[in-house]
Structure formats: C-alpha cells, structure tokens
T-cell receptor
Framework: AQKVTQAQTEISVVEKEDVTLDCVYE???????LFWYKQPPSGELVFLIR??????QNEISGRYSWNFQKSTSSFNFTITASQVVDSAVYFC???????????FGGGTRLMVKP | GAGVSQSPSNKVTEKGKDVELRCDPI?????LYWYRQSLGQGLEFLIY????????KSGLPSDRFSAERTGGSVSTLTIQRTQQEDSAVYLC??????????FGSGTRLTVV
C-alpha cells in the first residue's frame, strides 16, 4: 500500500520568508514517481514537479527547489523569498510504476502575508 | 483539446436525485482518473481507466457510484440517489505515460 503524509496542515509566513513544505511517503515499489501540485483558490491542480525514484538529484526552478532523500523517504519542497501569489494548498503525491493510482497527501495550506 | 475539460463546473442537486458528471480528457491520453475532494480535505481516488482494459473501481465509495468511458475518450461519473455526504469537488485527470497527470478544473457538487 502507498501512503503520503504531509504533517503540516497549515503554514503562515510573511512575504519574502523562505518556507519548506514536508512530504514523507511509504511504498513497497522500487520504481515510483513523486509529484508536487499547487491548488490555488481557483481550485485547479497545477503540476509543479515530477521525480522518479532513481533520480535523487535535487532540483531548482526559480524560487522553487525540491529535496528528494530516499534514505528518509522524503520529498520536501522549499519556496525561497515567498510571495503572496504563492498562497495555495500544496499537495505531494506518489505514483507506482503501473500508473494506476496517484496517492495524495492531505495537503499543506500555505498563507503568505504581505 | 488543450486541457482536461469537465462539465458542469457547478451542480446543485436535491438529495435522492441522480447526477452525471462529464470529463473530456486530453486527446490521445489513454489513462483517465476520477478523484474526489471533500471540503478542506485531500484527494480521494475513485476510479481509473486505461485503454480498453477493465477499469480499476477500487476507490468507488459505494454501489451508488459508477463510471464509464466511451470510445476510450469521454468519461461520465454517475452518482445515483445522491446523499449530502456526496457533496465535494470531483476532479478528473488524464495521462499518456502514467508519469504526467493533467487535471481538469473539477465539478463542484452540492447536494441539498
């Protein structure tokens, strides 16, 4: 069985602060994929990143960066110099190699205050 | 189309009525998924279609829920005899290679 845990249900920061969203996963598969999605108030799920289990290289995209550590089964997401527009619910998700199910964490609501 | 299209965007129905929610996936995407997001909650898997294979219905919460996918394209999620606990946003996603999922904007269902 697969499981994704986002222990932080809600985070509030002031604009320009850095913030890290935690994600811990469980799977018995050796090949799997990890995702982060952003859900702004409009409700649409916006894809941010996909990472496969064989690629532990950290990734940076602008103000966003991701830290994948298989040893701790974690895939954490950091926003540098947060902005008000970053306010949203962020979901971490896990897919097995068969792709028949995307298991989501409970989400972290990020509020960035001006 | 360019994205996953869902209709209606909002649906208000009376308890006990049947509803149909539609999903039009990205052209060429062989996999289609339905998820449910209750207010303030995470996303709950409902059903998965892959090509002409039998769907994975393991996430459907009760026999009042059913879904079909015609011609490997458009999918309809049907909820019979709706209950208030069915109120949620129903999200559809499609995928070509199982490692890239595109979600629609969802249908917000309210059962009164």
């Amino acid at each position: 069985a697969q499981k994704v845990t986002q222990a932080q249900t809600e985070i509030s920061v002031v604009e320009k602060e850095d913030v890290t969203l935690d994600c811990v996963y469980e799977t018995r598969d050796t090949t799997y994929y990890l995702f982060w999605y952003k859900q702004p108030p409009s409700g649409e799920l916006v894809f941010l990143i996909r990472r496969n289990s064989f690629d532990e290289q950290n990734e940076i995209s602008g103000r966003y960066s991701w830290n994948f550590q298989k040893s701790t089964s974690s895939f954490n997401f950091t926003i540098t110099a947060s902005q008000v527009v970053d306010s949203a619910v962020y979901f971490c998700a896990l897919s097995n190699n068969a792709g028949n199910m995307l298991t989501f964490g409970g989400g972290t609501r990020l509020m960035v205050k001006p | 189309g360019a994205g996953v299209s869902q209709s209606p965007s909002n649906k208000v129905t009376e308890k006990g009525k049947d509803v149909e929610l539609r999903c039009d996936p990205i052209s060429g995407h062989t996999a289609l998924y339905w998820y449910r997001q209750s207010l303030g909650q995470g996303l709950e898997f409902l059903i998965y279609f892959q090509g002409n294979s039998a769907p994975d219905k393991s996430g459907l919460p009760s026999d009042r829920f059913s879904a079909e996918r015609t011609g490997g394209s458009v999918s309809t999620l049907t909820i019979q005899r709706t209950q208030q606990e069915d109120s949620a946003v129903y999200l559809c996603a499609s995928s070509l290679d199982f490692i890239g999922y595109t979600f629609g904007s969802g249908t917000r269902l309210t059962v009164v």
